[in-house]
C-alpha cells in the first residue's frame, strides 16, 4: 500500500515538474535568421529578410542580399515569417489560474478606490495559463488589475521568467478605472424591470471619482503630515510618469471621462473596452487619447450599431488616427489571451489593413504601454523579442512557431497543453 502511494506522489510531482518549462538561459551567442518575410511591426515588410541579433538586443535588419557576415548560429527560415513579440493589453495572466479555486484568484483587491494596489506583485511567473501563450507568438502581456472603482497599477511582463522580478519590463505604469455607465438594469432576480434605463445615480457616481482624484491632487500639493498611499500611488498622473487606463464604454461616458481627466490635469489617457469610441474618434484625436478594444468575436452593444461594428472599429478608428491595440475583458478572459493575433486577423479581414493589423498587437500596443524605446518592432537596439511562425501569424493555419526568442533567450514553446496534444495524437497510431 504504502509502495503505491509513494509511486502516486513520484508521477505527480515529477509530472507537475516537466509540465512547466524552465526559462531559457541569458543568450550567449549571437543568431542570424535569414531568408524569412519581416513584418517589422511599424506597418513595412521586408522580403527575403536578414535579422541578427546578440546580447539580447538587435543587431542588423535588413535584405537578405546584403552582403555581411551572417553571426554565430544561421537559421535559414526561407518561406517563413518573422515577427516582434505579441503583446496582450489589459489581460488578467498570472493573476487567476483556475476561476474556480478562490485561492488561485487575486486579480481583485477588497475595497473601491485602490490606486496604491500593485497587481504585478501578485503575478504567478510559473502559471500553466502564461506559458501557454507563448506558442501562439505572445510573448510580452500587460498584468491588469479588477474591480472596484480604482482597480489599481499595472505593469508590463515577458512571458518566460522565474518570478515577478525577472517577467518585469515596466513596472507600475499605470491606474485603471472603472467609470460608471449611464445606463442601469433592474435585477430580474428580485422583480425589477430588466428594461435599460437611464441610471439617475450616474451624475453622483462620476462625481465620486472626480472628487477622489481632486483630494488626491490636493493632498500631494500640500504639506502631509502622514503618508496616505493611496494618494501617494496616483502622483505619476499628474506629472506624466503613469497613464490612466480608464475602463469604459459609451459616447457620453467616453467624453465625461476625458473631460474628468483633462481638468484635473491628467494628459496621458487610454480608454479601455471603448464601445462607441468609433463615433467619437476625431475626439480622441483632439485629446490625444488612445485606446485598447475588446476582442471582436461578440455582438454589438447596442441595438442601433450595425452587425459588424465590433469587426470595423478597429479600422475607423486607425484611418482617423486613433493609436489602437487589442486587449482581453471578460468571460475566459485568461484562455482566450492567446487568440490575441487571430483578433488582430479579424480586424484584418473586416478592412484593416494587414501590417496595420499586425501593430495592433506589436508597435501601438509597445507605444500605450511605454515600452517601444526597447521592444515593439524589429529594429536595430531593440530587445531581440520576436519569433519565427511558418505562415501568417495572424491566421490560425499559419500561426505555427519553429522558433521564439525574448531579449535573444530562446525559449521553449513546449507546454502541458503541447505535451498533451503528442500524447494523444499517438493513441490510435498504436493500435
Known sequence: MKKTIYSLLFFFLV????AQQTPADKQKTPFSIEGATAHLGNGEIIE?????????KITFVGSAMTKIARM????????????????????????????????????????AMNPHIRSIIAYNAESKVVESMRPNGVLMAQITPRGGVISGTSSVVQLDAWNWEDAAIKTDGGIH?????????????LGEDPALKPDTKYGSRAEQVKTYFENAKLYLSGKKEKTHLPYEATAGLFDGSKRLYIHINGQKEITDAIHTAKELGINKITIVRAEGADKIADFLVKNNVSVILNRPHRNPNSEDDAYD????????????????SIGMEGQMERMNTRNIPFYAGTFAAHGLAKEEAVKLITLNAAKILGIDNFTGSLEVGKDATLFISEGDAL?????????????????????????????????????
Request: charged content about 25%.
Open 15 to 18: 509530472g507537475n515538474i516537466l
Open 48 to 56: 527575403n529578410a536578414l535579422i541578427m541579433f546578440n546580447e539580447g
Open 72 to 111: 554565430g548560429t544561421v537559421i535559414n527560415a526561407k518561406g517563413k515569417h518573422i515577427y516582434p513579440g505579441f503583446i496582450a493589453a489589459n489581460a488578467t495572466l498570472g493573476l487567476v489560474e483556475i476561476d474556480a479555486v478562490k485561492a488561485s484568484d487575486d486579480e481583485d483587491e477588497i475595497g
Open 177 to 189: 478605472i472603472n467609470w460608471p455607465g449611464s445606463f442601469t438594469r433592474g435585477r430580474w432576480w
Open 309 to 324: 461594428s465590433t469587426y470595423t472599429i478597429a479600422k475607423t478608428l486607425t484611418e482617423k488616427g486613433v493609436i489602437v
Open 395 to 431: 491566421e490560425m493555419r499559419g500561426n505555427r512557431l519553429t522558433e521564439a526568442f525574448i531579449q535573444g533567450r530562446k525559449i521553449s514553446l513546449e507546454t502541458h497543453q503541447t505535451n498533451l496534444w503528442k500524447r494523444y495524437a499517438n493513441k490510435y497510431k498504436s493500435k
